[in-house]
């Protein structure tokens, strides 16, 4: 390969191979490779590839309701806190209601 890159004037005629091996070896010499492999999947940088690697991840995470798909989970406990919530509240108005009836009655 370095034959190949040195004849097309990639590599100039004053590196050798051992210097070229050194470079490619070196981390510091490829900053933005991160950015370049997420542009080649349609990002415009790797923080927006590994935001939306997280966000898919945690929206598969969600569990639905097996009787209703199209609730998650978390919909399906805010609806049944709001259910014991309106039951609690209708006991206690019955529960009112009916000491008002027996403190009429005495």
């Known amino acids: 390969m370095f034959d190949y ?12 191979a051992d ?12 900053p933005n490779m991160v950015d370049v492999l997420a542009r080649m999947k349609d990002f415009p940088d790797a923080k927006t590839f590994h935001e939306f690697t997280r966000v898919k ?4 995470e969600v569990d639905t ?10 919909a399906r406990d805010a609806r049944a806190v709001d ?6 509240a209708a006991a206690e108005q019955e529960g009112e209601e009916e ?4 403190n009429g009655n005495s």
């Open 57 to 60: 991840s945690h929206l598969q």
């Open 19 to 30: 210097e070229y091996k050194k470079l490619l070896e070196n981390e510091e010499q490829f």
């Open 99 to 102: 000491e008002e009836e027996g």
């Open 83 to 88: 259910e014991q919530a309106r039951q609690r």
């Open 5 to 16: 890159l040195r004849k097309f004037e990639v590599i100039p005629e004053w590196m050798d």
């Open 65 to 74: 309701d097996p009787r209703d798909p199209g609730v998650p989970r978390q």
